[in-house]
């Protein structure tokens, strides 16, 4: 009932034309066709976008006059994101009306805004790696804000400090805001664990030798919340020591950030033992009663018949202890 030879349709339009002219419109015309493409809607950077009749038009016609045409969905937004069915509604002059649907892809093109830079972050080594510190940092983006019309969420690239001197270490880290279309911006910072502690020491005791023993030796106790320490000492442990000399020892701790912390100590090594017996007041009689080794002679010529005699010692290991002998009976 609708398709005709060319001589068929010839019949019936000079039939129409003659005999039955009452027939005729006063538009003869063929009716609408609506024809439809497929669109693309971009979002603006509210995330609102906008479709118009025209943008989804693959060719419709009109004989008898166009009257208007619209759109089933017009207006878009982030929740829309990809394909749309979408139906195009053509009218002519006399009201008759075509449909037809084509698929409307809405993106958002729009990387998301930075608002807020990422801080970079130094702290003070706690001997613990600052775990907690860091992971903060991370899970707060480093104070870095974003905005998108469409949203999204925070990712980062850490990989984990490097390891600078002993328990410290740096990195960077970008901070890459992605909105749901897969729009990124991102921002990087630094986080820094510095150690600006110096080791602590503690230093050994003065040593004191007796003068038969020839070295020292001696033990430090130093220690570096961050990592190990080195520890010199200036003469070494097990040096040898001359007789008679007291000698300052040096000990310097560093660690693996090259902080420092210095102490001295003395090490004495006695001089050989000595005794002496003091000069003696004697009468001029006892001329060689002088010093060590001294004749002593007692009541001759109006000389004492008593006399104290006085060890003194020196050198060697003190304190004392003395013991006298003597030859022969007084």
Known sequence: RTLFTAQQLARMETFRDGDRSYLQTDCPCER??????????????????????????????????????????????CGDVGPNIVTLTVTDALGWQSTCTATVTVQDITDPTI?????DMTVECDGNGNTTAFNNWLSNNAGASASDACGGSWSNNSSGLSDDCGATGTETV?????????????????????????????CPDDIHLPECVETASWTVVASDQCGDVAVVSNPPSGSSFEKGTTTPVTVTVTDACGNDTECVFFVTRD????????????SPLNTCAVGSGANIVLGYGGGPTCITMNAVGSGGHAPYTYSWTVGGTL
């Open 271 to 282: 001089p050989d033992l000595e005794v002496a017996i003091d000069p003696l007041a004697t």
């Open 115 to 119: 608002g807020t830079l990422a801080s």
């Open 174 to 202: 970008t901070f890459t805001y992605t909105d749901p279309s897969g729009n990124s911006n991102s921002t990087m910072a630094t986080f820094t664990i510095e150690d600006n502690t110096d080791p602590s020491l503690v």
């Open 32 to 77: 609408p066709e609506a024809v439809c493409q497929n669109a693309i809607v971009d979002l603006n950077d509210e995330g609102n976008g906008s479709l118009f009749p025209g943008d989804m038009d693959g060719g419709s016609t009109w004989e008898c006059g166009f009257a208007s045409w619209t759109v089933s969905t017009s207006a878009f937004n």
